[in-house]
């Protein structure tokens, strides 16, 4: 009973290539993160949305666009993927309404190759 | 720009023994948030401990404790009786009180030997 879900969890594909990576929750929380890892460097913030309407660039926005379709949907897309974009993708969620300290909660990672 | 800095990749312990990570930060807020995640070979993101700079004392969950010290900017983690299924890389990170921003250290691989 995943509350945050990724698909796909592994794709490789080619440069140049398009590709979106989709992230949903049951959580039914209202902020919606992407970030990317690698190794060396741990997990940098891409883009983040507080609501359906509210989008907003993170550190390393460049070569990336999000939409976020509904509350419980947000995805990532490369428009045309290249070699350094190879990464592990993580969507997180939180609750603006909780007050433990805006935990975020995670999904499984999206492990994407680009070739 | 806040900047969190693990200065350990890798670090290695015993089982049931006690292991220290370190996690620096840079700030100049006075109220923010503290984390540490865990990353097992799955991937997931795990929450293990959190902290809030407001709170002098510090945070402990079961066998993991920090050591936080605000003047310092350092929030180390302490892990008691460390067991095999502790072995994971663990980030630190940071969060604004006025944001939802989480900005990560780089990781520290942690292996747990028999």
């Known amino acids: 009973d995943a509350d945050v879900t990724q698909t796909p969890r592994n794709r490789i594909t080619k440069t140049g290539k398009r590709i979106m990576l989709e992230c949903s929750q049951t959580?039914?929380?209202?902020?919606m993160y992407w970030y990317r890892q690698d190794p060396g460097l741990g997990l940098r913030l891409i883009y983040y949305?507080?609501?359906?309407?509210?989008?907003n660039k993170g550190e390393i926005s460049d070569g990336y666009s999000v939409s976020r379709q509904a509350q419980a949907k947000f995805s990532l897309s490369l428009e045309s993927a290249i070699p350094n974009q190879t990464a592990l993708y993580f969507c997180?969620?939180?609750?603006?309404?909780?007050?433990?300290?805006?935990?975020?909660?995670f999904g499984p990672g999206t492990r994407l190759t680009v070739l | 720009a806040q900047t969190v800095t693990q200065s350990q990749p890798e670090m290695s312990v015993q089982e049931a023994e006690t292991v220290t990570l370190s996690c620096t930060y840079d700030?100049?807020?006075?109220?923010?948030?503290l984390f540490w995640y865990k990353q097992p070979p799955s991937r997931q993101m795990i929450l293990v401990i959190r902290q809030e700079a407001y709170k002098q004392q510090n945070a402990t969950e079961n066998r993991f404790s920090v050591n936080f010290q605000k003047a310092a900017k350092s929030f180390s983690l302490k892990i008691s009786d460390s067991q095999l299924g502790d072995a994971a890389m663990y980030f630190c990170?940071?969060?604004?009180?006025?944001?939802?921003?989480?900005?990560f250290g780089e990781g520290t691989q942690l292996t747990v030997n028999p």
């Open positions: 700030t100049s807020e006075s109220d923010y948030y």
């Open positions: 990170a940071y969060r604004e009180t006025s944001g939802s921003r989480l900005t």
């Open positions: 997180a969620t939180s609750d603006r309404n909780r007050d433990l300290g805006d935990e975020q909660f």
């Open positions: 959580k039914g929380h209202d902020r």
């Open positions: 949305s507080f609501d359906v309407k509210d989008i």
